[in-house]
């Protein structure tokens, strides 16, 4: 069973920056696409970023380029979303997510399998 646990949210002010960690169970994260998502209320859940079972390929919401960064460390089961120059609009639950299957389309969140409990993230003006 895997289970993924997120943590490092918050209250920003804008301009600010965030680091999220999610950390994953299991021998296996190191063979799954992981993504990020978000979901601010009244809204549906949008991708934010991915990053390629290896870390060689990394996909990004056109929103959160050049401000977002996502990483992993494999030999540590964690992913990580580094967010810098964060806007009032980034405001949102922020979940983690596995794809196990290794889907082509790693924006869709139906083609994640397993999620985390999510964060908040806050960004003041």
């Known amino acids: 069973q895997v289970r993924l646990v997120e943590s490092g949210g918050g209250l920003v002010q804008a301009g600010g920056s965030l680091r999220l960690s999610c950390a994953a169970s299991?021998?296996?994260?190191?063979?799954?696409?992981m993504g990020w998502f978000r979901q601010a209320p009244g809204k549906e859940r949008e991708f934010v970023i991915a990053?390629?079972?290896?870390?060689?390929?990394?996909y990004y919401a056109d929103s959160v380029k050049g401000r977002f960064t996502i990483s992993r460390d494999n030999a540590k089961n964690t992913v990580y979303l580094q967010m810098d120059s964060l806007k009032p609009e980034d405001t949102a639950a922020y979940y983690c997510?596995?794809?196990?299957?290794?889907?082509?389309?790693?924006?869709?969140?139906?083609?994640?399998?397993?999620w985390g409990q999510g964060t908040q993230v806050t960004v003041s003006s």
């Open positions: 990053i390629s079972w290896t870390g060689g390929a990394t």
């Open positions: 299991g021998r296996t994260f190191r063979t799954y696409t």
């Open positions: 997510a596995a794809d196990r299957i290794g889907y082509q389309d790693h924006r869709q969140t139906y083609n994640y399998d397993v």
